[in-house]
C-alpha cells in the first residue's frame, strides 16, 4: 500500500512538472532575450522550449503537417501573407487576449481570433548613401524609376519562391500596379528584367553580396525599413547618420505582420494563452526591436533611438497590404506568373 502511494505521488508530481512547460514553434528569425524568457517562468512558473521550424513559410508547414500530433503548443511567426492557408488548415485554436486592447485595430489581421498580432515590419527597398553621393545619379523616389535607363543594373531583389521579403514586395506591386490593365504588375516586372534586376535566393545573399554598401555593385537592395538602424546600431564606429536610406513611395513598403496562435490539440490550454498575454505585454514588446528588428505591435511602446532617428515607420499610401485570403487564393498562381516572366524572360501577355 505504502509503495502504491509513493507511486502515485511521484506520478503527480511528474504530471504537475509536465503541465508547467510550453513548447513554442518559431521561424529561424525569432530571438528574444533569455532574461525575459526567465522573467516570464519567474512570473507563471512556466518553462518555455523554443522549437526553430525553418523560415516563417516552413514553420507554417510543419504545423500544418503535423496538425494531428502537434510539435509544440504555441506557434510564432505565422504573418498575414501566411494565415488563411493556416486558418483552412485547422492548426490553430482561437484565442482573444485580454492584452489585445493594446493592439491598433489595422494591425488584427484576423478577426476570427485564431492567432495575435505581436510585432510588424516593412519590406522596402534600401539605397546606398554614399554611392548616390559620390555619382550623379540622383537617388529613386519611386517603383517606376527602377525601371529607367539610369536605374539599369542597380537593383537587387530576392526571388518571391524562396523568400519571405521577395514574397512581401511581389505583393505590393500587385498592389501597385494592378493586374489586367494597361501596365499591370507583370509588365513591371518585365521592365525590371529588361533593366537588368539581380534576382538573389534570401536576403542574406542580396544584403551582403549584391548590395554596394557590402561589395557589391547594386546600390538599391530589397531589405526592411529598419535596416537603417540596424546599420547604426551595429557600426563599429559611431554613426550620426544612416549609411543607408529607405525608398518610400506610392505602395513601396509591404506591411508584414507576424503573430502567434495557440496550437489545435495542446494539453496546454492554459499555459499557451499566459504567454500570448506575456508576447503583448510591456516587458516583450519593448524587446523585440533591438532583436528581432520590427516594431512592436502594442502601441507607445517607446522604441530605440536610433529607431526613431533612422527608421521611421512608412505612412499612409506607402504601406501597400493585401488581405490574407486574396494572397492565399492567388500566390501560387503569381509566383508561376513571376518566373515565367522574371526567370524565363516571357511576355506577359503570354502568361496572364
Not at 491598433?104 to 495575435?116: K, M, N, Q, Y
Amino acid at each position: 500500500m505504502r509503495t502504491t502511494l509513493i507511486l502515485l505521488t511521484l506520478l503527480l508530481l511528474a504530471e504537475s512538472a509536465t503541465a508547467q512547460r510550453l513548447k513554442v514553434l518559431t521561424h529561424d528569425s525569432f530571438a528574444v532575450p533569455e532574461a525575459v524568457v526567465e522573467a516570464f517562468t519567474a512570473q507563471t512558473g512556466i518553462e518555455v522550449e523554443f522549437l526553430s521550424g525553418g523560415d516563417a513559410g516552413e514553420a507554417v508547414n510543419r504545423a500544418i503537417l503535423t496538425r494531428a500530433r502537434p510539435l509544440a503548443d504555441v506557434l510564432f511567426g505565422v504573418d498575414n501573407s501566411l494565415i488563411a492557408r493556416a486558418i483552412r488548415e485547422g492548426v490553430f485554436e482561437p484565442y482573444l487576449s485580454p492584452a489585445l486592447g493594446g493592439v491598433p485595430e489595422a494591425l488584427r489581421f484576423d478577426p476570427s481570433g485564431s492567432v495575435t498580432p505581436v510585432d510588424v515590419g516593412y519590406v522596402n527597398f534600401n539605397l546606398d548613401r554614399a554611392f548616390f553621393e559620390t555619382s550623379s545619379l540622383e537617388p529613386p523616389t519611386d517603383l517606376t524609376d527602377l525601371t529607367k535607363p539610369a536605374f539599369r543594373g542597380l537593383t537587387a531583389v530576392e526571388n518571391p519562391a524562396t523568400s519571405s521579403p521577395g514574397l512581401a514586395f511581389l505583393l505590393a506591386t500587385v498592389v501597385r500596379f494592378g493586374e489586367g490593365g494597361s501596365y499591370d504588375w507583370l509588365d513591371f516586372w518585365a521592365d525590371l528584367r529588361a533593366n537588368d534586376v539581380h534576382v538573389s535566393a534570401g536576403w542574406t545573399e542580396a544584403y551582403y553580396g549584391a548590395f554596394s554598401r557590402y561589395g557589391g555593385d547594386r546600390p538599391v537592395v530589397l531589405s526592411y525599413a529598419t535596416s537603417p538602424a540596424a546599420e547604426v546600431i551595429f557600426s563599429e564606429a559611431p554613426l550620426n547618420r544612416a549609411p543607408t536610406i529607405n525608398l518610400f513611395c506610392q505602395a513601396c513598403a509591404y506591411r508584414q505582420i507576424e503573430a502567434v496562435g495557440i496550437l489545435a490539440g495542446t494539453e496546454r490550454r492554459a499555459e499557451a494563452e499566459a504567454f500570448i498575454d506575456f508576447m503583448l505585454s510591456p516587458t516583450f514588446q519593448a524587446s523585440i526591436p533591438l532583436n528581432m528588428f520590427v516594431y512592436p505591435a502594442v502601441a507607445n511602446i517607446e522604441l530605440p533611438e536610433a529607431f526613431d532617428l533612422f527608421a521611421p515607420i512608412p505612412q499612409g499610401s506607402e504601406v501597400a497590404e493585401l488581405p490574407p485570403e486574396t494572397v492565399e487564393a492567388h500566390q501560387q498562381r503569381w509566383l508561376e506568373q513571376w518566373t515565367k516572366v522574371v526567370m524565363q524572360g516571357r511576355d506577359p501577355s503570354e502568361v496572364r
